[in-house]
């Protein structure tokens, strides 16, 4: 039976889903403010919504973008070097070891770019140590498909006969008050983090009075928070704590003693 969802580039509210069962966001460059976050994702799935994860920093990175230290190739080094950026927010979700990540090819691909693409797919998950997983048109989802790829959203006209989910369009479709495109989930297996899956991670917010920082630790993981972030984080009821001073990863442990409390 199909499972009908939406996806945003930006969160969207748990109590807002309703009869939605799934969720499509996007894990990319940390810097990026489309970036899920950890208590975002977390959220969806205790909501009983499974998660589908889209990488996308530039719509073609696939074919090769400028990187900090130059020009980087399209195919397999976009793959691996795109795999190093989405590593700590996956490491940091718990994403499961089974589930695939969709690369995505958000353009018309023709010529020799589904090849490319391919590559760029196949890199990214090995990197990773995911299913390899990708989205495109149908074009580039027929060609991934007829080389492997098992884990496919399509977009656009035409029908895929290897797509999992379909991404339509409808311009006054909002959940929340959140601009968003549909989603139809076509196969059971359809690529994304069920429900009954989540991890329970011990999670908590630390602000370092030396710095006047403030961190997301999850499991044995930190990560920097901006000023615009913490609204939401402190909306969702995470404990917080205060140290004195920065920690280093080998810390981590040690602060999960620490008792909650409220600054």
């Given at each position: 039976m199909p499972v009908s969802g939406v996806d945003a580039m930006v969160p969207l509210p748990v109590a807002a889903l309703g009869p939605y069962g799934l969720v499509g966001r996007y894990v990319c460059d940390p810097a990026n403010p489309k970036c899920v976050t950890v208590p975002e994702a977390h959220g969806y799935l205790k909501a009983g919504k499974a998660l589908l994860l889209y990488y996308e920093d530039g719509a073609m990175d696939a074919l090769g973008f400028e990187g900090p230290r130059g020009r980087v190739p399209g195919g397999a080094p976009a793959g691996k070097a795109k795999a190093e950026l989405a590593k700590p927010t996956l490491d940091a979700l718990g994403w499961p070891s089974n589930e695939a990540v969709?690369?995505?090819?958000?353009?018309?691909?023709?010529?020799?770019?589904?090849?490319?693409?391919?590559?760029?797919?196949?890199?990214?998950?090995?990197?990773?140590?995911?299913?390899?997983?990708?989205?495109?048109?149908?074009?580039?989802?027929?060609?991934?498909?007829?080389?492997?790829?098992?884990?496919?959203?399509?977009?656009?006209?035409?029908?895929?006969?290897y797509r999992s989910v379909y991404q339509g369009y409808d311009p006054s479709l909002y959940v929340g008050g959140v601009q968003c495109d549909p989603l139809t989930a076509e196969r059971a297996d359809f690529g994304a983090w069920k429900p009954s899956s989540t991890p329970e991670v011990p999670m908590f917010l630390v602000y370092d009075q030396t710095h006047d920082a403030w961190w997301l630790v999850s499991g044995e993981r930190k990560e920097a928070m901006s000023p615009a972030q913490l609204p939401a984080l402190l909306a969702e009821g995470i404990p917080r704590k205060t140290v004195p001073t920065d920690f280093t990863a080998a810390e981590l442990a040690a602060l999960h003693e620490f008792p909650a409390g409220t600054f």
């Open positions: 969709h690369f995505a090819a958000d353009f018309s691909v023709v010529g020799s770019e589904p090849a490319m693409v391919l590559e760029c797919v196949q890199a990214f998950a090995a990197v990773l140590g995911l299913p390899e997983g990708g989205y495109g048109d149908v074009n580039a989802c027929d060609y991934l498909g007829a080389h492997g790829v098992r884990s496919l959203v399509q977009f656009g006209a035409g029908v895929s006969s």
